[in-house]
């Protein structure tokens, strides 16, 4: 899950808590409203039929790609020194192994493109993690799920060798990395609706080379520079590549009281229902 501080203005210090699933769901909503872009270069001359078949995949992997994390999230461990609710960031290798594999297993059910896509996004994040890790099961994982993409690729491109092309592979994995980054800051340090914030965070850019090969998608993110401080929820988006003027987006979200949980049981009866709204613009100047 997603944990980060927030002010709800009564004075008391709580954590908000996003479950990776929602995360992934928005990013998918994202994902929808520009989903005309993809693949235009490739598919210029292609039938739309086979055009949508291919974006469809490729939104159904974004929307899936942390469906392994929904067992987790039923009894989300604790740090055991600090005793508050871990973070996606702070899980031990196992056991971010296994809801990644649960993950990858949600998105093979729905086709080779969308298992090569949201594998190939996990283990570009362990290939660049930066955390104390066990290289040994690193490793290990690393080579077993590269066995795994070449298979899946190779049976992408059989059902379609003409269109299905690693290079519009790549791009598709691009959108995956795109987008989740672009709901994952929101997710992690946007206010929205009731909360109350002395500023605003700092505009976020996501730069091509930091997604990966293929298609760029750079975005910069960030508050509307135009609107009073005391505005939560708008956001500025540039480019804009939706397909509508603004775009108002809500996922479900939990809050917590700051304290020191003795175990998951007394986690979980804390849990207060939130609701997260926010307003997309364009950026104009």
Sequence with gaps: MIRRDIDLGDGRACWLLVS????ARLSAVLAERCLDHFGKSSFASA??????????????????????????????GLDPKRRR??????LPLGQSLVNWEGSIQSAADVGPLAAWVVSGHFAALLETSE???????????????????????AEWQALNPAQH??????????????FDLI???????????????????EAHHIEPGHIGPGMPLDTRIGPDPAADISERGVVTVDPWRFDVPELAIELPAQ???????????????????????WRLTPLTV
């Design 85 to 90: 609710p871990l973070s996606f960031r702070e």
């Design 131 to 153: 955390k104390d890790r066990d290289w040994g099961a690193s490793a290990k994982w690393l080579a077993k799920t590269a066995d795994q993409r070449v298979a899946w690729l």
């Design 183 to 201: 709901s994952l800051w929101i997710c992690s340090v946007c206010p929205a609706g009731s909360e109350e914030v002395s500023q605003w965070p």
């Design 20 to 23: 990776q699933v929602e995360h």
């Design 255 to 277: 809050v917590v009281p700051v304290c020191q949980y003795q175990n998951t049981g007394e986690l979980l009866a804390a849990y207060v229902p939130h609701q997260l709204r």
């Design 47 to 76: 039938a739309a039929t086979q055009i949508e078949s291919t974006r469809r995949e490729l939104l159904q992997a974004i929307a899936r790609h942390d469906d392994g994390w929904a067992e987790w999230e039923t009894q989300p």
């Design 165 to 178: 092309t690693t290079q519009l592979a790549d791009e598709a994995l691009v959108w995956l990395q795109t």
